[in-house]
C-alpha cells in the first residue's frame, strides 16, 4: 500500500501523475465535483446566510467510498484537482467528505503535468484556499438561485415545456443572438457603385503585368457612376505620385481558452464544445498546460524552450521575445497561457487532437518570432479629362518572421489582400485596359458562430473561461437558439464597364447573398424568452450588472468580499420581482397579427403554442374552433408573411392514388410524413412538401416497402432489419434483436439470422426468476445479479429472512407479498389505490375558476418560498 493517496479530477490524469510520482503515490480520480445542491428547496437555507445544502449523487455515492477505505490506509491524502475556482472548490468537497482538515490538508496545483512541474509541485504543496472556494460557491449558490425561482415563472408565463429554464448568462447569451437578427432582419440594404480601373505596365523583365487601381470616394448612384466614367472617356492616365514605406506586422498573443475556441472555429471548423474537449484531452495526456485560462503570460521556462526551438528550427534572426500583458488581470484565475508542455514536439501521435494541438504549438512558437517586414508602395494615377485620381496599392514581403509558421484567422472572409505592384514612376503613362463600376450592397453584421459569440461575452465581461462552452451547449439544449446553415438568395448587381473603346457598356449580374455555415439563430422561443425577461427582470437581462456580478466573484477570490453579502445584495431585490412578476405579469404568447383571411374573415395569427411556433386562424371563444398550423422550421413568427402563413393550411395535400390507396403528404408530431392509406412514411430532412410530386412519394414509399421486406424467416415467421437509436437490429415476432459488429448486417445469411433469434430466445429464457404479470412485478437476472423489475423500474433486492443475499434457490421460494414490501421500501406509496380525477369543468366556467383561485394559488407559492 503507497504511504501517500493523491487525488485528481480525471482517470487519465490520475494515470499520468502516477507514473511520474512512483510507488511512494497511489493517484485515483475522483471524476470532478462529488457533491451538488440538493434539489429540495433549492438546496439553499435563505434564513442562514445562503448556506448551502450538499449531498453526494447516487452515481457518486461508489467513488466516494472507495475514496474513503483508501484515505483510512494512507499516511497522507494529497488533493491535485484544477487549479481554478471549480478545482479549489473539489478540492474542499474532498476533504469534507473524507474528513480531512482543509487547514492541514496538502494542496498541490499545477499548470502543466510533466515531471518537473508535478515534482515541484509536490515539493511545495499549500493549503486549500477558501477564498476560491467561496467565489464558485457564491457562483453555484447565485446560479441555483436565478434558475430555480426564474424557471418555474417562465413555466406559468410562457407555458409549453418544463424544459423552460433561465439562467443568469445563458439568459444575456440568448439576447445577444435575439438582438442581433432582429438588427439583420429590419436591415435595410443601400448600394452604391465602386470604381475600379485595370491597368498594365511593364516588370523588371520587361512583361506586362497587369494590376488594379481604386478611384474615389463609392458613388450613390448608377447615374452618378455612369456619368464618371462617361468622364472618362479618351482620358491619359500619368503617375503623378509613388510613395514607398516600411510596414510590418506582429504577432499575436498565445492562446487563452476564448481565443482558443475563436481560432479553432475559424481554422479546424470546431464549436467550443469539441475544442474543450480536444484540449482537455491533450493536456491530462501531458501534451500542453491547463485549458482553461484568461492568461496570456508565458512561464520563464516556457520562453527558454521556445528560444531554442525558434534558433534551432528557423535560426537566430526569427526570434523576438515578447511578453503580453492581460487588458483584465483581476480576471486570471490562471498564471499562463495555453501552450505545449514541450516545444521540441511539433506534432502528436494521436490523430483526434493533433490538429488542434499543431495549432496551439504553431501560435504559441509565432508568438515569440520576430515581425513580419513589408514594403508598401502607393501610386496615385491622375486622370486628365476630369482631375479625379486612382490609387494603386502593393505590398511586397521582405521578411517573412513569424508568418513562417502561422497568421491569425479572420472573421471578415471577404477582406480584400494587396497585391504586388510593377515597379512604376512619376510621369509614366501605364496602359488603360478598362474601368468598370460595379454595384456593392451594405451588408448587416453578420449573425454569431459560438467563438463569435464567446468573444463578445469576453468583451462585455460576461462569463469566464470555464462557464463559456456549457452556456453555449445549453442554450441550443433548451431550444432557445439553434446552429444551422443558411442558403444564400439571388440578388441582382449592375455593372458598367468601359473599355479601350470608349463605349461605356451596362449588365446585369447575379450573385448569391446572404449565406451562412454554422450560425446561431435564436429560435421563436428564445425570442420569446427574451422578450418576457427584458420586461420584467432589467437587471438580469443588464450586460453591465452581469459583468458586475462577474467582478464580484473575483472580489470574493481575492477576499475582499464576503460572499454570503454579495448573494444577499442580489437575491433581495430579485426575489421582489419573482413574487410581483408572478402576481401580474400576463401570459407571454409573442403573438403577431399577419391579416384577415379572406375565406372567413377571421384575424390570422403567428404566435407561440405549446408544441412550438404555429399560425392560427380565428379565436378560441369563436363558435367554429380555429384552424393552426404548425410553422416549418425555417419560419419564423417574426418575418413570415401573410401568404407564407396560409400556403401552411394547404395541408394535407392529396397527391394522388398508388396501389388503390390515397396518398398524402403532412406535418405531424414527429415531422413530415406520406400516407399511403393506414400506412405512414417519413420524410427526409430538407425536402419541401409543397413542391413533392406523386414520382417522388412513389420512389420513398418503395425505398420504405423494400426496407420493410423480409430477409428471411424463421419457424415461418418472418425476419426484417432495421436501423434504430441503438444501432442496426432484426426484428422477429415483435421482438427486437441488436446486431454485434461480429455479423455482416448488410448481407445477413439464414443461419445468421438463426444463430440471432436463438441466442435472443436463450437469453430471454433465462431472464426471469419468477414473475407475477398481473402485478407487473418480476425478478430477473442482471448484469450485476438479480433484480426486481416494478413497471419501469429497477429496483434492488433486500436480504434474504436469514440476513445473507438471496441465491437462486431462495429466490425460488420467495412470494409476491414478500417482493412488494422491498418494493414499498424504494418506492413509497408504490401500491396505494390512485383517486380518480375530478371531472373537468364545463368551458363557461373555467375563466371564473381560475379567476377566484388565482390570487390564492399565488400568495400560497410565495408563503412557501
Not at 211 to 231: I, M, R, T, V
Not at 766 to 783: H, L, T, V, Y
Request: hydrophobic share 35%; charged share 30%.
Amino acid at each position: 500500500m503507497a504511504k501517500n493517496l493523491l487525488i485528481v479530477e480525471s482517470p487519465a490524469k490520475a494515470r499520468t501523475i502516477e507514473n511520474i510520482l512512483g510507488k511512494d503515490f497511489e493517484v485515483k480520480s475522483c471524476y470532478g465535483h462529488i457533491r451538488d445542491l440538493e434539489k429540495d428547496d433549492m438546496g439553499i437555507d435563505l434564513n442562514n446566510q445562503y448556506q448551502p445544502r450538499y449531498i453526494v449523487p447516487g452515481e457518486k455515492e461508489k467513488v466516494v467510498r472507495e475514496l474513503k477505505q483508501l484515505a483510512k490506509k494512507a499516511d497522507e491524502v494529497w488533493l491535485a484537482s484544477d487549479e481554478d475556482r471549480e478545482g479549489e472548490s473539489i478540492s474542499w468537497h474532498l476533504a469534507e467528505v473524507l474528513g480531512l482538515d482543509p487547514k492541514t490538508t496538502k494542496r498541490i496545483v499545477f499548470h502543466e503535468i510533466t515531471a518537473p512541474a508535478i515534482k515541484k509541485a509536490v515539493e511545495n504543496p499549500r493549503r486549500i484556499n477558501m477564498n476560491l472556494v467561496n467565489a464558485q460557491q457564491a457562483r453555484r449558490v447565485l446560479d441555483r438561485l436565478v434558475g430555480f425561482e426564474l424557471s418555474p415563472v417562465l413555466w406559468r408565463k410562457i407555458g409549453m415545456q418544463r424544459s423552460l429554464s433561465a439562467g443568469r448568462v445563458q439568459s444575456v447569451a440568448v439576447r445577444l443572438i435575439v438582438e442581433r437578427e432582429r438588427e439583420i432582419n429590419q436591415f435595410v440594404p443601400e448600394s452604391s457603385f465602386k470604381i475600379e480601373a485595370l491597368f498594365a505596365a511593364e516588370d523588371i523583365n520587361g512583361k506586362p503585368v497587369a494590376f488594379k487601381a481604386d478611384g474615389p470616394a463609392k458613388l450613390a448612384s448608377q447615374e452618378s457612376a455612369e456619368a464618371f466614367l462617361n468622364g472618362c472617356k479618351d482620358a491619359t492616365y500619368t503617375v503623378t505620385d509613388v510613395t514607398v514605406k516600411p510596414s510590418k506586422r506582429t504577432p499575436t498573443a498565445p492562446f487563452t481558452t476564448s481565443t482558443l475556441q475563436q481560432e479553432a472555429a475559424r481554422k479546424l471548423g470546431y464549436g467550443v464544445t469539441k475544442t474543450m474537449l480536444l484540449a482537455q484531452k491533450l493536456y491530462e495526456s501531458g501534451k500542453i498546460t491547463y485549458m482553461r485560462t484568461d492568461s496570456i503570460n508565458l512561464s520563464d521556462t516556457a520562453m527558454q524552450d521556445i528560444h531554442k526551438e525558434v534558433a534551432s528550427s528557423y535560426g537566430a534572426e526569427y526570434y523576438q521575445p515578447r511578453r503580453f500583458k492581460n487588458k483584465n488581470e483581476s480576471a486570471q484565475e490562471a498564471h499562463e497561457a495555453i501552450r505545449p508542455t514541450y516545444m521540441s514536439n511539433h506534432t502528436v501521435a494521436d490523430e483526434e487532437t493533433r490538429r488542434l494541438y499543431e495549432l496551439i504549438w504553431k501560435r504559441t512558437i509565432a508568438s515569440q518570432m520576430s515581425d513580419a517586414e513589408f514594403e508598401k508602395t502607393i501610386a496615385r494615377i491622375n486622370i486628365s479629362t476630369n482631375n479625379e485620381t486612382l490609387t494603386a496599392t502593393g505590398e511586397v514581403m521582405k521578411f517573412d518572421g513569424f508568418l513562417k509558421v502561422y497568421l491569425e484567422g479572420k472573421d471578415d472572409e471577404d477582406e480584400d489582400n494587396e497585391g504586388i505592384l510593377p515597379p512604376l514612376a512619376v510621369g509614366q503613362h501605364p496602359e488603360f485596359r478598362e474601368m468598370t463600376a460595379v454595384e456593392k450592397f451594405t451588408r448587416p453584421a453578420p449573425r454569431y458562430t459560438e467563438a463569435s459569440l464567446v468573444k463578445k461575452l469576453e468583451e462585455l465581461g460576461i462569463g469566464r473561461p470555464s462557464t463559456y462552452a456549457p452556456t453555449i451547449s445549453t442554450i441550443i439544449k433548451r431550444n432557445y437558439v439553434e446552429k444551422r446553415d443558411k442558403d444564400g438568395v439571388k440578388r441582382e448587381v449592375r455593372l458598367l464597364k468601359l473599355g479601350k473603346n470608349n463605349q461605356v457598356k451596362k449588365e446585369v449580374l447575379v450573385e448569391n447573398t446572404g449565406a451562412e455555415k454554422n450560425k446561431l439563430f435564436p429560435t421563436d422561443l428564445g425570442s420569446v424568452v427574451t422578450d418576457f425577461l427584458k420586461q420584467h427582470f432589467k437587471k438580469v437581462m443588464d450586460f453591465g450588472f452581469t459583468a458586475r456580478i462577474e467582478e464580484e466573484f473575483d472580489e470574493i477570490a481575492e477576499g475582499k468580499t464576503r460572499w454570503s453579502n454579495m448573494i444577499d445584495s442580489f437575491y433581495k431585490p430579485f426575489h421582489e420581482d419573482i413574487e410581483h412578476t408572478l402576481e401580474n405579469a400576463e401570459r407571454a404568447k409573442g403573438e403577431r397579427e399577419l391579416g384577415i383571411d379572406p375565406a372567413t374573415g377571421k384575424k390570422v395569427i403567428a404566435r407561440m403554442g405549446r408544441y412550438g411556433p404555429m399560425v392560427q386562424i380565428g379565436q378560441v371563444d369563436d363558435e367554429e374552433k380555429p384552424r393552426f398550423a404548425k410553422l416549418k422550421a425555417t419560419q419564423s413568427i417574426e418575418t413570415i408573411t401573410m401568404e407564407e402563413a396560409m400556403e401552411l393550411f394547404a395541408l394535407p395535400r392529396i397527391l394522388g392514388e398508388y396501389e388503390g390507396q390515397e396518398v398524402a403528404v403532412n406535418v405531424g408530431r414527429f415531422g413530415p410524413y406520406i400516407r399511403l392509406g393506414e400506412q405512414f412514411i417519413s420524410i427526409p430532412k430538407g425536402e419541401d412538401l409543397f413542391e413533392m410530386d406523386m414520382d417522388r412519394a412513389i420512389q420513398l414509399i418503395a425505398e420504405k416497402q423494400q426496407a420493410d421486406a423480409p430477409i428471411g424467416y424463421y419457424q415461418e415467421l418472418p425476419v426484417t432489419k432495421g436501423k434504430g437509436r441503438f444501432g442496426p437490429f432484426i426484428k422477429w415476432n415483435d421482438m427486437f434483436i441488436n446486431i454485434p459488429r461480429a455479423y455482416n448486417f448488410d448481407n445477413l445469411s439464414q443461419q445468421d439470422i438463426n444463430e440471432l433469434v436463438e441466442k435472443k430466445l436463450e437469453k430471454e429464457a433465462n431472464r426471469f426468476i419468477k414473475q407475477w404479470p398481473e402485478e407487473k412485478i418480476s425478478i430477473e437476472n442482471g448484469r450485476w445479479g438479480p433484480f426486481i423489475r416494478f413497471n419501469k423500474k429497477m429496483l434492488k433486492l433486500g436480504k434474504a429472512p436469514d440476513g445473507n443475499k438471496y441465491t437462486a434457490e431462495t429466490l425460488a421460494d420467495i412470494n409476491v407479498e414478500e417482493v412488494k414490501k422491498m418494493i414499498e421500501e424504494q418506492v413509497p406509496n408504490a401500491f396505494a389505490k390512485k383517486t380518480k380525477a375530478a371531472p373537468k369543468k364545463k368551458a363557461a366556467t373555467k375563466k371564473a375558476a381560475a379567476k377566484k383561485t388565482a390570487t390564492g394559488t399565488k400568495k400560497a407559492t410565495t408563503t412557501k418560498r
